[in-house]
């Protein structure tokens, strides 16, 4: 991968920082860097308590996507090269607005690299789809906005105007693009709702479903994983 920084330092490799919400976009970030190249990989999960999009109460969603990323921790042990793990927590319920996320995850990003002794040749990579819209292409304004926002929090924290490369996949993947580069069992594992539904097994035992109707989850209902496409269709062949 090309660097615009110049290049890494000999004595070690280069180091990639993976902000991992154990849903889609993240968990294929985390895969794709795991599969290519030798970079030192670290995958940092913020657990985050938000309010639920009406508002009206903390949601669900923090519990969720940790055990999304226990669950998906296990199945790349298996199959991928090792990395680091670590997560953090954060409450923000009781900000009466949503929380700005993406300046959150810069923001924890930031101090996990220091703490890693990452330097200005290392970099950092948020997940993005190209199906999050606009905002999110490499050749919109908005998303030019939107890096130099995160770049500025980047510099805030490390106080310096040199600091890790921020990194995304360029061109961004669709999501059924992600989708069909996980394995299934990786895929199903993703936690991609902001407000799960909370419900008790027979056992006795805490799971979340999806709630079906927030951005995300429609989203989600668009894509249909690759293996599942050839097990319904008998003409398809690998
Ligand atoms: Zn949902």
């Given at each position: 991968m090309k660097r615009a920084?110049?290049?890494?330092?000999?004595?070690?490799?280069?180091?990639?920082?993976?902000?991992?919400?154990?849903?889609?976009?993240?968990?294929?970030?985390?895969?794709?860097?795991?599969?290519?190249?030798?970079?030192?990989?670290?995958?940092?999960h913020v657990r985050l308590t938000t309010r639920s999009d009406d508002g009206r109460r903390p949601s669900a969603r923090g519990d969720y996507e940790a055990r999304a990323v226990e669950s998906i921790r296990a199945l790349l042990a298996d199959r991928y090269r090792p990395f680091e793990y670590g997560e953090s927590r954060l409450d923000l319920a009781a900000l009466p607005m949503p929380a700005l996320e993406t300046t959150v995850a810069a923001f924890v990003a930031a101090q996990v690299a220091l703490g890693h002794g990452f330097t200005p040749f290392d970099r950092i990579m948020l997940g993005a789809s190209r199906d999050d819209g606009r905002a999110w292409q490499p050749d919109s304004v908005a998303f030019a906005f939107r890096r130099t926002v995160l770049l500025r929090v980047l510099r805030a924290v490390w106080e310096s105007e040199e600091v890790p490369f921020l990194y995304f996949f360029n061109p961004r993947p669709t999501r059924q693009e992600e989708a069909d580069a996980l394995p299934l069992d990786v895929y199903a594992a993703t936690a991609s709702c902001r407000d799960p539904d909370p419900f008790e097994t027979g056992l006795g035992e805490l799971r979340y479903r999806p709630c079906g109707v927030c951005r995300q989850c429609s989203a989600r209902g668009q894509v249909v994983h690759r293996a599942l496409v050839s097990a319904e269709s008998p003409t398809a062949s690998e």
């Open positions: 920084n110049g290049q890494a330092p000999k004595w070690r490799r280069t180091r990639s920082l993976v902000m991992w919400s154990g849903g889609l976009d993240s968990t294929y970030a985390l895969v794709r860097v795991l599969e290519s190249g030798d970079d030192e990989v670290f995958a940092h």
